[in-house]
């Protein structure tokens, strides 16, 4: 196939975006060439640890930020009998970091309680009155995970009661640094460790790694095998949409094959109510299992999803993984209102800011999310708690960074937290209006800077000839994919649908040929490009080539995702 200079400046897809190359023009009729001029293309080899990621090549957790101070002073804790109190959150990081902080610390013979704020009533962060509680049922030393970098507060007060303090955390920091006892946060300018790329749960389990380093120098290191926590640490990172790159492409990688060989009862008590049949992949997590966990603590509280992933009784864990699905169908119901509500209110307005009394606390960050995708820009949506405060959950777009986003509002709001993609926080009595005009200004600034989200980064072009099962094979190794580490996307250029079968769901199959070769295509989510897919046109397609598994015998099919019908001169 010869190279096609002017192919992708003038086309436009059906879903109206553009294209661009990923890395340089590849063009290719075999599996060998597109194979070879992909790795070419990023730099690659087969050989290279990207395809065989290793939990030995894990950073040292005693390299990050104020880790030494903190696993020497668990590790006293544990030793000296100390009751430790876990000051954990109700997302899905949140529970999970949560889990896998109480699992691991009673396995070592800790003392070890734990909390978890309600949405509505508390919101995210360490409250003052927790804090004390902790202290007065006994605790003499406090983790928290996924949450804490902002809550002064409450590190004040531990100070004053000399309760010490730890702060596990990946939002980003404000200038001035709580004054806990100790600061884990990648995201501290001072730190920066795995690439300032983990959720809260790889903070957490990264403090784990180093308290056994120390009770090991101790000669007390604990029987337990923090490899069984990994399921946990893959569904949190996921779940809240990391960079699955560097280390988080080591922890996700072995998390998923635990998922797949020996997940916790409560992960397998979820996947069995969540009807996954085939193996799991990020895919899985991100679509069955993170927005049943999530669910628990939008609607009702996140203990329940807390108590799924830490329990050893498969009975118990089949009742908690029932409550979650009934919750997540509830969930549903009551954002697709809301959503619709926000729609109506929003009118015309070019900034994606509302709130309303009515609205639920569990969903108003999945509806800013819903209409930040729709719009292609950031969204705040909020909810008014019983002490009349509004809160907004914001959510973004490729390009544009939430945390700097809400950090730019600050002085309109009382307490907030977040990273690139998403964030919170409460505004300030009688501010809203210049919270949106601040909120406004702030997009308007990071969109000079931003990439353009309305485009398609293309790997290549191929022919029919490449539709192989060794090529699909091969790509399959990129997995896991996700944020950062994004599918290959492919075009098939010039290729006439020959016919369409319209299946349950929005699902389509096609038959594409280019006159002599054939290839299976599907479409999941038909509606958007449905009329550029119809019988007896000639276009050209985008999307992944895949091994086909419900076929089997080495099939491949093509899974499309968009369509350049024409090319616009």
Request: hydrophobic share 45%; with cysteine; glycine share 10%.
């Amino acid at each position: 196939m010869q190279p096609d200079a002017q192919l992708l400046p003038k086309a436009r897809t059906a879903k109206g975006k553009s294209l661009l190359w990923r890395h340089a023009a590849l063009f290719a009729d075999d599996p060998a060439t597109a194979w070879h001029g992909l790795l070419d293309a990023r730099g690659l080899k087969e050989s290279d640890a990207f395809f065989s990621p290793r939990l030995a090549d894990l950073p040292d957790p005693l390299t990050m930020m104020d880790m030494e101070k903190s696993a020497t002073r668990v590790a006293a804790a544990i030793r000296g009998a100390e009751k430790i109190h876990i000051f954990g959150d109700f997302d899905a990081d949140g529970v999970n970091g949560t889990a896998v902080l109480v699992e691991a610390l009673r396995a070592a013979g800790a003392d070890v309680s734990f909390s978890i704020p309600h949405r509505a009533d508390q919101g995210h962060g360490i409250g003052v009155e927790p804090v004390r509680e902790a202290v007065n049922a006994g605790a003499r030393l406090g983790l928290s995970v996924d949450t804490g970098t902002t809550c002064f507060d409450a590190c004040d007060t531990a100070q004053e009661l000399g309760f010490d303090l730890i702060v596990s955390d990946h939002h980003l920091p404000d200038q001035t640094l709580p004054n806990a006892f100790a600061l884990l946060n990648p995201a501290r300018e001072d730190c920066g460790f795995a690439d300032r790329k983990l959720c809260g749960t790889g903070v957490a389990f990264f403090l784990l790694m180093a308290v056994w380093k120390k009770l090991t120098e101790m000669n007390a290191r604990p029987g337990f095998d923090l490899r069984v926590l990994l399921d946990r640490v893959a569904v949190a990172t996921i779940a809240d949409v990391m960079d699955l790159v560097g280390v988080n492409r080591v922890l996700v990688y072995h998390g998923l094959q635990r998922l797949n060989t020996q997940p916790s009862v409560g992960l397998k008590a979820l996947m069995t109510i969540a009807k996954v049949k085939k193996a799991a992949t990020s895919e899985t997590i991100g679509f069955y299992l993170a927005p049943r966990i999530n669910a628990a603590g939008r609607l009702q509280h996140g203990e329940a999803a807390m108590r799924l992933l830490s329990t050893y009784d498969e009975d118990e864990a089949a009742m908690l993984a029932e409550e979650l699905d009934m919750t997540n169908k509830e969930r549903r119901k009551v954002e697709v209102e809301v959503l619709k509500q926000a729609e109506l209110k929003l009118g015309e307005s070019d900034v994606l800011a509302v709130y309303d009394e009515s609205w639920h606390a569990g969903v108003v960050g999945l509806v800013a999310g819903r209409l930040a995708r729709k719009h292609g820009r950031p969204a705040a949506v909020g909810f008014v708690t019983p002490d009349g405060v509004v809160r907004v959950s914001l959510r973004g777009m490729p390009g544009f960074h939430i945390g700097n986003l809400l950090h730019a509002c600050a002085e309109h709001l009382e307490g907030f937290g977040g990273h690139a993609g998403a964030g919170g926080g409460s505004i300030k009595a009688g501010q809203w209006h210049a919270f949106t005009h601040s909120f406004a200004a702030s997009i308007e600034d990071q969109s000079k800077h931003a990439s353009d989200h309305l485009t398609v980064a293309l790997d290549g072009v191929l022919g029919l000839g490449c539709m192989h099962i060794g090529l699909a094979d091969r790509l399959a190794r990129f997995a896991p994919i996700g944020r950062g580490n994004m599918a290959c996307a492919w075009m098939l250029k010039d290729v006439h649908i020959a016919d369409r079968r319209d299946l349950k769901g929005g699902v389509v199959r096609l038959k594409l040929t280019d006159g002599s070769r054939w290839i299976d295509g599907i479409v999941f989510g038909a509606a958007a490009i449905s009329d550029d897919i119809q019988p007896g046109l000639t276009v050209s397609v985008i999307g992944q080539l895949q091994k086909d598994d419900y076929r089997g015998n080495g099939a491949v099919q093509f899974v499309v995702e968009d369509v350049v019908s024409a090319v616009v001169e």
